[in-house]
């Protein structure tokens, strides 16, 4: 079963791969590094389980640092 993140947590995680928070619009934030943009929705504590798991493999994020 895939982890679930909340919402610090899932940012913890993309700060620890380069990314730095840039703004939010909406109901989403946005992170980015020199290269990518990575928009995260924002509805509450939780982060749903397939979009943090979609958004890990699509970005090629790292989950565990060595």
């Given at each position: 079963?895939?982890?679930?993140?909340?919402?610090?947590?899932?940012?913890?995680?993309?700060?620890?791969?380069?990314?730095?928070?840039?703004?939010?619009?909406?109901?989403?934030?946005?992170?980015?590094?020199?290269?990518?943009?990575?928009?995260?929705?924002?509805?509450g504590k939780k982060l749903n389980r397939m979009i943090a798991r979609?958004?890990?493999?699509?970005?090629?994020?790292?989950?565990?640092?060595?």
């Open positions: 079963m895939a982890k679930e993140y909340s919402y610090r947590d899932f940012r913890t995680l993309l700060r620890r791969n380069g990314y730095v928070f840039d703004r939010c619009s909406g109901d989403h934030c946005i992170f980015t590094n020199d290269v990518n943009t990575i928009s995260v929705p924002y509805h979609r958004l890990i493999k699509e970005n090629g994020l790292k989950e565990k640092t060595p």
